[in-house]
């Protein structure tokens, strides 16, 4: 029995995600990254926060932009990013990538601007009907110095409308 109504709330929870994915809706996420669970050379641990919308263009496909910092005891970045996801069809497992600036300040340095191509790969559980918890693995990796490439782990909740 408790199988069955697992079965039957899984197939709920997908017909409902379904409908989030459409051509003309929109997204709005918020992340926590890092919190000791990233690593680079530059850096063994951070805290960053990540704000960004976008839209979907066709079902599926959305497009969107971010604005985020990370601070660590080396280093402060702050990030501008425009990206496009993919979610295959209604289960909610996704793939990003996109193209990000960022401002980075060292401590007792001059401030640099670094470029980076994003990759994600997570998932958008729905816990109703407009609103996810997302976890992912993201890949941040740097154009100009392999220092302030970066793989980790984040947490975020979105919400579609």
Same mark, same amino acid.
């Given at each position: 029995m408790k199988k069955l109504l697992l079965l039957v709330v899984c197939? /709920? *929870?997908t017909i409902g995600a379904s409908a989030q #994915?459409?051509? %003309?809706? #929109? @997204?709005v996420n918020t992340s926590i990254t890092g919190l000791d669970l990233s690593y680079s050379s530059g850096s063994k641990g951070h805290f960053g926060f990540e704000v960004g %919308?976008?839209?979907?263009?066709? =079902?599926?496909w959305a497009v969107l932009a971010d604005l985020g910092g990370d601070w660590s005891s080396?280093?402060? &970045?702050?990030?501008?990013?425009?990206? *496009?996801?993919?979610?295959?069809?209604n289960i909610g497992i996704y793939l990003s990538g996109g193209l990000q600036l960022s401002s980075i300040q060292y401590k007792?340095? =001059? &401030? *640099?601007? =670094?470029f980076a191509f994003l990759l994600e790969a997570g998932y958008a559980y729905f816990l109703s009907k407009t609103v996810t918890i997302e976890p992912a693995v993201?890949?941040?990796? $740097?154009?100009? =110095?392999s220092?302030? $490439? &970066? @793989?980790? /782990? &984040? @947490?975020?909740? $979105? #919400?579609y409308f």
């Amino acid at each position: 029995m408790k199988k069955l109504l697992l079965l039957v709330v899984c197939l /709920l *929870t997908t017909i409902g995600a379904s409908a989030q #994915f459409e051509e %003309g809706k #929109f @997204i709005v996420n918020t992340s926590i990254t890092g919190l000791d669970l990233s690593y680079s050379s530059g850096s063994k641990g951070h805290f960053g926060f990540e704000v960004g %919308g976008g839209y979907f263009l066709q =079902d599926n496909w959305a497009v969107l932009a971010d604005l985020g910092g990370d601070w660590s005891s080396p280093v402060d &970045k702050y990030k501008l990013a425009a990206k *496009t996801r993919y979610y295959f069809d209604n289960i909610g497992i996704y793939l990003s990538g996109g193209l990000q600036l960022s401002s980075i300040q060292y401590k007792h340095m =001059d &401030k *640099t601007n =670094d470029f980076a191509f994003l990759l994600e790969a997570g998932y958008a559980y729905f816990l109703s009907k407009t609103v996810t918890i997302e976890p992912a693995v993201y890949w941040d990796l $740097s154009v100009k =110095d392999s220092d302030n $490439s &970066k @793989i980790g /782990l &984040k @947490i975020g909740f $979105s #919400f579609y409308f």
